[in-house]
């Protein structure tokens, strides 16, 4: 176990360290640089488990991250534990002169529609709930109460139950942003950080419903 940990330290750090490059060539420094790449390292990590089971299935390859899908999730939860933390206190504690930590903010979306940051902040708030609830069965006894089976099926469903709020965070709090192209290339001339996250998350969600998609089919033909 505690090699998985190491590895997963050591590949949390490499990808820390890319993403804040590229945070930084997006948005610059500033002391809301942490909280951001801390909301990147989470979605990434989470992410990465998630999709293991379909790349696997897809390609052949990349078995060994099968092994390490419960620590890159674990990991996931921790950097959203740092996220909400220090969002929590640029709410609450900091007077933010940012318009993301004000709840009364309303977030244009398409066609004219506007989203309260209070529901993006809900949306948020629930994953991480729901996360925390994963970390939680991942403790021996409940795989022996709950059985394999139901285990990685509660895993999975509200795992990417999670994942899908967080996409809907990050749409709700950045589309403005990812639809201004020329505003965001003026201040950066670089692809808006979570609109990349946002599209890595798609796909994520496309790959799990074609390998849902499989598995069904092969249901099928084995009951025929």
Do not use: C
């Amino acid at each position: 176990m505690a090699k998985f940990w190491i590895k997963t330290i050591i590949i949390s750090i490499g990808l820390a360290f890319f993403f804040g490059v590229l945070i930084f060539l997006d948005r610059g420094f500033d002391i809301y640089f942490f909280n951001r790449l801390f909301a990147s390292m989470a979605f990434i990590m989470v992410g990465i488990s998630l999709v293991s089971a379909s790349l696997v299935f897809f390609t052949n390859k990349f078995h060994i991250l099968l092994s390490y899908r419960m620590y890159f999730g674990l990991m996931g939860f921790f950097f959203a534990i740092l996220h909400a933390s220090s969002s929590l206190a640029f709410y609450f504690l900091f007077n933010s002169d940012k318009i993301f930590y004000e709840f009364d903010k309303m977030w244009p979306i398409i066609g004219g529609l506007s989203i309260s940051n209070t529901f993006a902040y809900t949306l948020g708030e629930t994953a991480l709930i729901m996360f925390l609830f994963m970390a939680i069965i991942t403790m021996k006894r409940f795989v022996v109460k709950l059985g394999g089976v139901l285990w990685r099926e509660l895993l999975r469903v509200v795992g990417y139950i999670a994942f899908s709020f967080v996409l809907l965070h990050f749409f709700i709090k950045d589309f403005h942003i990812w639809t201004n192209i020329d505003e965001w290339a003026s201040k950066s001339n670089f692809i808006p950080t979570n609109l990349i996250l946002f599209l890595f998350g798609i796909v994520i969600i496309i790959l799990r419903v074609a390998l849902q998609r499989e598995l069904n089919k092969k249901k099928k033909v084995q009951t025929t």
